[in-house]
């Protein structure tokens, strides 16, 4: 995986607030993602780290301030900005089968027929679900349908992904995997990601750059970069020096935001 | 809550009341009078008059009379055999071809079968609405007396509670609510049946008069009582659905389709 | 557990034969007049006659076609009128108090209303048909599109979905439990209509004919009729369920 470059960012909000219905969300938002890096955002619920991919998806406009994307301001969704929602459950169609999910991308981006069922089949051979095509959501474990919804993104050729908490409603192990697959995606096609994450850990293992957040409103409090190198190891990273720095360094900091 | 509720009753008035307005207005504009449509306020002068001079209020007695009766013992049946089905899983299976085979029967294509047997009149409408109703009480009373909690019966047996003093103390109030899904639905059931009946056959109650005010081409009448049936079927789903809240509470808002 | 059941199966048929056994006693000893009640191997012998030599076949398919054509008008217009008012929010409150206000309303008190329209003809008994069992299906479509998941409207918008697009495949599968359990329910009145529409208008359908043979107490004749509408009924119902089961296979265990 490419380090961030220095290059102008791919992303970037300027001077954000954020108000719903009279509360303030978000004040004096500014941050910047640049192309190929991993970023994460953590921070206590209620912090705003939802509403921060909302903006960056286009699918909430900010009360002041500008997002703007590859140098232009954001008006809406972008067809290479993908989000994975947490609820996979709700966000996937259960009356498509896996491959029909996927094939809903091709249908709105106007792909000729032919070629669909070949990209179909490349991109859920990805998430290693090639054998599951004929599947209804129904019929697949929670994590097999997490792993359909970022598929489905996958489909959409992304520069931006977004993902909100996109593992916390799995299990341990299947998290884990996710994780490693999720890492190995990225390395192959150098997308960009947003990662928002309660999970301490899992931003540090994750990310290039670890955003934390405070509530009330919500706010960016510090920003760490992630001294480790890729490839990452579910195994070994967790035990280097410079993750359990990192790691107590933010658990200190999220015991001092709640109070 | 009750805001919102507000707002969206209000807005559901508009339209109808642009339509009847719009019509109105077009009727008087245009002087056209039609066989077939009446002017909106001919439909009020219609329904003022048949109130009246007791009309309107005779036919609704005597729909309401003949759905009553027919609900008393249709729903009266069907809660003894669901309650006997509903316990004891062998009856329901034994009898299941029999039901199969009878339900889908058409209340309407039994029409000719029961003026055979009893001619026109109250009782061959009320053994048609008594068939109708019968149904929905049965099927949702054998499902509501299944799903009573296995530890209620339990309870039951440990107190040496009789079979009867077993049924009528724990299974049907413990049931009542699944019940009470069936009544309603039988209740619909029987309002459609009652009106269809006297429409095609009988000399009776609200549909006869309907009839008639169309062969006396008295299409504000016809109006009249067309709007007259969708009220009294509209507050006596509302009574019962207030009824069923005030019953069962919040746990059984499960309205029937 | 298998075996267990078609035995179950086997004995309830056994009953069923019984009551119609029972009912042929009853009827050779003269318990009840048979003008009331025929014996059920005479109604079948009139059956198999009335089929044979009477027509009685024209007259189910004239029953069919009225059931079958007034069922097709109201599904298709129950959910294109549906689909137009359910895709926006705005149609649905002013438009949605007023439907519901004609959802309880017997489909029958539309005889009286249409026949001053068309009159007595076959037209009469579609537009009757048409219109009344339209509700259920329009307002399971109506219903169908306002619970579409809010998660599904931000996929869609992330998309970039036209509108023509989130009803096809958004909107329109979301709603298609709710509007087939709609059209099975449509189906059932659009039979209760026909039937119904034939005693009225005298067309020549089954319904009518029944009404005939009361008159003339050919009971036997009589009963097979309804035995007819029993079997139409049933079948009717089972084909739009095998349809739901088909088109529903994605909701899984």
């Known amino acids: 995986m490419t380090a961030p470059s220095a290059e102008p960012p791919l992303i970037a909000f300027r001077d954000i607030d954020v108000a719903i219905g009279g509360r303030p969300i978000l004040t004096g938002i500014n941050l910047e993602i640049y192309k190929g890096e991993f970023l994460c955002i953590v921070g206590p619920s209620g912090c705003g780290k939802t509403t921060l991919l909302r903006l960056a998806a286009g699918l909430l406009p900010p009360g002041s301030g500008t997002v703007s994307y590859e140098g232009k301001p954001v008006a809406g969704p972008q067809r290479d900005v993908a989000v994975v929602f947490q609820d996979y459950g709700d966000a996937l169609l259960p009356w498509r089968t896996a491959a029909g999910n996927i094939a809903l991308v091709y249908e709105t981006m106007g792909t000729p027929r032919a070629e669909r069922a070949e990209r179909i089949a490349a991109v859920l051979a990805r998430v290693g679900l090639a054998e599951h095509a004929d599947k209804y959501p129904s019929q697949l474990s929670g994590g097999m349908q997490q792993r359909l919804q970022i598929a489905r993104c996958l489909a959409q050729e992304p520069k931006l992904l977004l993902m909100d908490e996109p593992f916390g409603a799995l299990d341990a192990i299947t998290r884990q995997d996710l994780q490693d697959q999720v890492l190995k995606i990225v390395a192959d096609s150098g997308t960009t990601v947003c990662f928002v994450t309660h999970d301490l850990e899992e931003a540090i293992y994750l990310g290039h750059r670890v955003v934390a957040m405070k509530p009330h409103p919500g706010r960016i409090a510090a920003t760490y970069d992630v001294d480790l190198p890729y490839p990452r190891d579910q195994q070994t990273t967790p035990e280097q020096p410079a993750f359990m720095q990192l790691r107590r360094t933010l658990l200190e900091f999220i015991r001092g935001a709640e109070t | ?257 | 557990m298998m075996p267990r059941r078609a035995l179950l199966l086997l004995a309830s048929a056994i009953v069923a034969a019984l009551i119609v056994a029972l009912w042929q006693l009853v009827s050779n000893l003269h318990l009840v007049s048979p003008i009331f009640l025929p014996p059920p191997d005479r109604a079948w012998a009139a059956l198999l006659f009335d089929i044979d030599r009477g027509g009685l076949g024209g007259r189910v398919l004239l029953t069919l076609q009225h059931m079958f054509f007034g069922w097709l008008l109201a599904s298709f217009g129950g959910i294109l009128i549906g689909s137009a008012i359910g895709i926006s929010a705005t149609a649905r409150a002013y438009l949605a108090p007023t439907l519901e206000f004609f959802r309880p309303l017997p489909a029958s008190a539309l005889f009286p209303v249409l026949i001053a329209f068309f009159g007595l003809t076959e037209n009469m008994v579609l537009a009757v048909i048409g219109f009344g069992a339209l509700w259920p299906t329009l307002l399971a479509t109506i219903n169908g599109f306002a619970t579409v998941k809010p998660r599904l409207y931000e996929v869609a918008r992330l998309m970039r979905l036209s509108r023509r697009q989130f009803i096809l495949t958004i909107a329109l599968p979301n709603a298609m439990p709710e509007i087939l359990a709609g059209m099975r329910l449509s189906l059932t009145i659009a039979l209760i209509l026909s039937v119904t529409g034939e005693i009225l208008s005298g067309s020549p359908g089954l319904g009518h004919w029944i009404m005939l043979q009361a008159r003339s107490f050919r009971t036997p004749d009589l009963f097979a009729g309804v035995l007819l509408f029993g079997l139409i009924g049933y079948a009717s119902v089972q084909l739009v369920s095998l349809l739901e089961f088909w088109l529903l296979r994605w909701r899984g265990r």
């Open chain 2, 1 to 257: 809550m009750t805001t919102r509720l507000r707002r969206v009753d209000l807005r559901g008035i508009v339209v109808p009341a642009v339509v009847v307005v719009g019509a109105e207005i077009a009727a008087r504009v245009t002087h056209y009078h039609s066989s077939s449509l009446p002017w909106p306020s001919e439909v009020v002068t219609a329904a003022g008059a048949a109130l009246i001079d007791g009309s309107m209020l005779r036919a609704t007695g005597q729909t309401l009379l003949a759905a009553f009766g027919g609900l008393m013992i249709g729903a009266s049946l069907g809660l003894v055999f669901g309650t006997v089905m509903g316990l004891f899983l062998i009856v329901e299976r034994l009898a299941e071809v029999t039901i199969e085979a009878l339900r889908p029967i058409p209340s309407v294509a039994l029409i000719p079968i029961a003026l055979l047997i009893f001619g026109l009149g109250y009782a061959m409408e009320i053994s048609l609405i008594a068939k109708t109703s019968f149904w929905p009480v049965l099927l949702l009373t054998i499902a509501a007396v299944r799903g009573v909690k296995p530890r209620l019966l339990e309870v039951a047996r440990l107190l040496r509670m009789g079979l009867a003093a077993r049924i009528v103390k724990v299974v049907i109030p413990a049931a009542l609510p699944g019940i009470f899904v069936g009544f309603r639905i039988a209740v619909g059931a029987a309002l459609v049946v009652a009106v269809t009946v006297e429409i095609a056959a009988n000399p009776l109650g609200l549909g006869y008069a309907m009839m008639r005010a169309q062969e006396a081409l008295r299409p504000d009448l016809v109006f009249a009582y067309l709007f007259w049936i969708g009220i009294i079927g509209w507050l006596i789903n509302g009574l019962l659905s207030v009824a069923q809240r005030r019953l069962f509470g919040g746990a059984s808002r499960a309205a029937p389709p």
